[in-house]
């Protein structure tokens, strides 16, 4: 039960200090920040996180993968569709 | 086995898409790309989701947070050292 606070705290950190990135692109509607490689391994990792997370059955990760994979969806389609943009 | 497999892709994709931030950093020795809240709290996160992994008994979490940590400390000494230097 410990264990599963220290999870869900490590996750919480974690997740929010995501956000502000996240609501940046998604508020300016710009992605000039983040590289489409960085975009699509971390999307692709977070999601291997995630099947590991319900693999294991841990709460924690599923909850804080869950909600950085769904953030992440947000940014790479702001960048695919900021990609035939060239001037934004 | 297949379990821990997933882990450690996991692993590599988001420590390896966090690899060049890191690198860019350490390199040009300017930390102005990411803010001192987003650092800070990174680092506690990771930090916990390392003792998460240690307390799970999970190989795949160990490694893949001790090396985003270590990768952190070196940001965040960048940081706070270019904190000093208002024209960097």
Do not use: H
């Not at 200090?17 to 710009?30: G, K, S, V, W």
């Amino acid at each position: 039960m410990e264990t599963e606070l220290l999870g869900y705290a490590a996750g919480i950190l974690t997740t929010f200090a995501f956000l502000p990135q996240a609501f940046r692109m998604i508020r300016t509607r710009q992605a000039r920040d983040v590289s489409m490689t960085w975009a699509a391994s971390t999307t692709a990792g977070v999601f291997l996180w995630l099947c590991y997370g319900v693999a294991k059955q841990s709460l924690p990760m599923i909850s804080a993968n869950s909600l950085t994979l769904l953030l992440l969806f947000v940014i790479l389609f702001v960048k695919i569709r900021d990609r035939g943009n060239p001037g934004s």
